[in-house]
């Protein structure tokens, strides 16, 4: 499913509801997301899941092409841990083999 | 760290998109639930610019009761993974945070 899929799913479901204000409302939700990880916020949405931010320390990487050490600064990476409704669901379809 | 939850995301959709109260409420609601039932039929989902929810079989496994020691096997299951966009990994990159 696609964000544009995503959209039309909820819009379908809520008809007092203009595309247009579902498209709106979707993409106002990520950026609001987006925003509060990256100002270091966590996300918790019971149910579905949390979204925190991993440290990662610095390290020496290298550049592939040449092979040359390069120091990579420490930065962190958002991480996703599904809740426990969302657990349950997604592992229910594994035996009707649906994918 | 602050969190951000369903109920800040409704009150900003009654403020910046003019919906009402209960319409915020319900389209956030449905926000999440449409990617559980996506999930749930085993599909994956793909939000450019934030990231991909995807599917992974995981096959039984060795494990152990933390507790009491004893070994369990972990039963095959399917589990949900995240993996952020380009952009979501850039704009949090830039977090300089206190570490850890």
Do not use: C, W
């Not at chain 2, 910046?16 to 449905?30: I, P, Q, T």
């Amino acid at each position: 499913m696609t964000k544009s899929e995503l959209i039309e799913r909820i819009a379908r479901k809520q008809s007092h509801l203009a595309l247009k204000d579902v498209e709106l409302g979707v993409k106002t939700l990520l950026e609001m997301m987006s925003s509060a990880l990256a100002s270091g916020d966590r996300i918790e949405i019971r149910g579905f899941g949390s979204f925190t931010l991993h440290y990662r320390p610095p390290r020496v990487g290298r550049n592939p092409k040449t092979g040359a050490p390069v120091a990579l600064a420490s930065k962190h990476v958002p991480h996703f841990k599904p809740g426990k409704e969302l657990r349950e669901r997604a592992n229910s379809s594994a035996s009707s083999k649906s994918r | 760290m602050a969190a951000l939850t369903k109920a800040e995301m409704a009150e900003a959709l009654f403020n910046e998109l003019g919906l009402n109260k209960r319409e915020a409420k319900e389209l956030v609601d449905m926000f999440f639930e449409q990617i559980r039932q996506a999930l749930e039929k085993g599909e994956p989902v793909k939000l450019s610019g934030f990231g991909n929810f995807d599917l992974r079989d995981k096959g039984e496994r060795p494990g152990r009761n933390p507790k009491t020691g004893e070994e369990i096997p972990i039963s095959a299951r399917r589990v949900v993974t995240f993996r952020p966009g380009q952009k979501l990994k850039l704009r949090v990159e830039g977090y300089a945070g206190t570490g850890q």
